[in-house]
């Protein structure tokens, strides 16, 4: 292996995971949540965040919808 490369010759070219990049957010998630989260993450082995991305994601690719029921006021 050389000590030394000569970059100067290299093509630059566009980065083909560019488009799949994870977008940064904020949220505020119940604590139970997170910690349910992070139990089965420590399980599967997996970051928590990684386990929330794969199962928003999951919800995602089959259309699932959230039921919400707001308590009716009399």
Same mark, same amino acid.
């Given at each position: 292996?050389?000590?030394? #490369?000569?970059? @100067?010759?290299?093509?630059?070219?566009?980065? *083909?995971?560019?488009?799949?990049?994870?977008? *940064?957010? /904020?949220?505020?998630? @119940?604590?139970? $949540? $997170?910690?349910?989260?992070? %139990?089965?993450?420590?399980?599967? %082995?997996? *970051?928590?965040? @990684?386990?929330?991305?794969? #199962?928003?994601?999951?919800?995602? /690719?089959? @259309?699932?919808? $959230?039921?919400?029921?707001?308590?009716?006021? $009399?």
């Amino acid at each position: 292996m050389k000590a030394e #490369y000569d970059l @100067s010759k290299l093509k630059s070219r566009k980065n *083909p995971y560019a488009s799949k990049l994870k977008k *940064p957010v /904020t949220m505020r998630l @119940s604590e139970d $949540v $997170v910690e349910y989260f992070k %139990g089965m993450a420590d399980e599967a %082995g997996v *970051p928590y965040q @990684s386990l929330i991305n794969l #199962y928003l994601r999951d919800c995602l /690719t089959t @259309s699932r919808k $959230v039921q919400i029921k707001w308590p009716q006021t $009399v």
